[in-house]
């Protein structure tokens, strides 16, 4: 089932609510996550001016949005989450003012609060390396699920995917001639991205000794697989994640930080922006430039440690 068709069975207050997820889904190409996020924002908004005595999307004026914004701000939510629910609210009646179900977008001049960008949890080169050479050693015993362990870490902080890209490639989307693995990575862009020698020798053992072993009818074409032989989830990787760092003695972080931690590596040897960008699948530049400010603090703590005059 799509995620556009699960979602249009959901009971929401409005009509038009269906629409809006198909054209999240089928337009917009959001993954399913989002657009069940977008839908329960537009949801908890719905409900907030119906308890005000608003009933209807055009009873719903820039004066109920803000109050809407107010009333989470008093109920201490995270300035993320209300960011968020206001971009929803600006997604949602820009896209029904464009397609004529209501005569104004009263959502034009809605303000929302910036989200506090925190830095991204980091491994150092040392810890890094200490993870992936945990992995590897486990892997020795030749073990399919610690195979596809030690591939699954080598590939994240190799190539900086996404966790969720790397669970849905496929075998054929990895090259190990050519080293570089191609994902399809947010509104369905697909991009090609390069891996090293570690990497690839790590994914050319799970292919040969691992995967053989847990594949199943049910298997497919994935390239990750669990023990009883489905594709890989994100869940199952978290745990795997977990569970080597606390072997390896590091700090206990999630696989995504492997995405953060190949990114400020990266930049800390030396590459540009643009190209750590392409690596990242990022629309915008902005989003990569955050990876600067960790490794400016990084150079900063190295300063105040070291420098007699600091």
Known sequence: MSSATSAATVTSRIPQMADFVLHLDAQRGLSPHTVRAYRGDIDHLLAFAESQGHHGLDEIDLGVLRGWLAAMSEANLSRATIARRGAAARTFFEWAHRTGRIAVDPAVRLAS?????SLP???GIEHA???LDT???RADDRDAVHLRDWAAL????????????LVAADVDDLDLDRRTLRVLGKGSKERIVPLGVPAARASLAWLRSGRPVLAGAGSGAALLLGRRGQRLDQRQLRAVSHEIAEIAGVADIAPHALRHTAATHLL???SDLRSVQEVLGHSSLATTQRYTHVTAERLRASYHQAHPRA
């Open 121 to 123: 949890t980091v491994l």
């Open 135 to 137: 992995a590897r050693s």
């Open 129 to 131: 390396a200490l993870l």
């Open 154 to 165: 080598e590939l994240l902080y190799a190539t900086g995917v996404r966790v969720g890209e």
């Open 113 to 117: 609060a910036r989200p506090i960008r």
């Open 268 to 270: 800390q040897g030396g």
